[in-house]
């Protein structure tokens, strides 16, 4: 449970947790960060397989995979952020809440 007095509080978040719950994550991260303060994700390429077609991507990658595919959609429509997905590692995902 978030507490009010924590609301916009915060610079900075750093996230590589369950891939399935990034985007539970992310809305409350929201609710936290400071206008202008960056929350970043890791693994938001996840090894590479999101730009591959499923049968190109081995069984075990494959669960998690459509999460992240699922996340970097809604983060790229969130109108409350500007974000980069860079290509750095396993892929980090940048978002700076503007609103």
Not at 11 to 24: G, I, T
Not at 69 to 76: L, P, Q
Not at 82 to 91: A, I, K, R, Y
Request: aromatic content about 12%.
């Amino acid at each position: 449970m978030l507490q009010p007095e924590k609301e916009g509080s915060y610079n900075f978040a750093f996230v590589d947790a369950d891939k399935n719950n990034y985007w539970n994550y992310h809305k409350r991260l929201m609710k936290l960060i400071k206008v202008g303060g960056f929350v970043v994700y890791d693994n938001t390429l996840w090894g590479g397989t999101v730009a591959l077609p499923e049968e190109d991507v081995a069984e075990p990658l494959r669960e998690r995979r459509l999460f992240i595919i699922e996340f970097n959609k809604m983060v790229s429509a969130d109108p409350g952020v500007e974000m980069s997905l860079v290509p750095l590692g396993d892929g980090i995902t940048i978002c700076r809440r503007i609103c």
